[in-house]
């Protein structure tokens, strides 16, 4: 069973940085897409920002300039590398992969930024 775990959610001040980190238990070899979604409190889950296996990266136009998604396929790891954190980033996050064709969720992790 694949499993997406995702690590680095707590609470930021507003402006601060914060790191999300995704570990994989596949290998990344088998891994064609991977993404970063979340979920404010209420509110429809939404894109963040995705990179496919090629290394092309998309971001939603609310965080282009402020965070940066990275893989590192040594340690089958996803990284989100956020910047200048607003209230309205604040949302469980969620590491989401396309593996072998077939498509796993994390639990989520959560980020709340302080105003």
């Known amino acids: 069973q694949v499993q997406l775990v995702e690590s680095g959610g707590g609470l930021v001040e507003f402006g601060g940085p914060r790191k999300l980190s995704c570990a994989a238990s596949?290998?990344?070899?088998?891994?064609?897409?991977m993404a970063w979604y979340r979920q404010p409190l209420g509110k429809t889950r939404e894109l963040v920002a995705s990179?496919?296996?090629?290394?092309?990266?998309n971001y939603a136009e609310s965080v282009k300039g402020r965070f940066t998604i990275g893989r590192d396929n040594a340690l089958n790891t996803l990284f989100l590398h956020m910047s200048d954190l607003r209230p309205g980033d604040t949302a469980l996050y969620y590491c989401?992969?396309?593996?072998?064709?077939?498509?796993?969720w994390g639990q989520g992790t959560q980020v709340t930024v302080s105003s």
């Open positions: 989401y992969g396309v593996i072998n064709g077939i498509e796993y």
């Open positions: 596949e290998s990344s070899g088998s891994i064609t897409y």
């Open positions: 990179v496919t296996v090629g290394g092309s990266t």
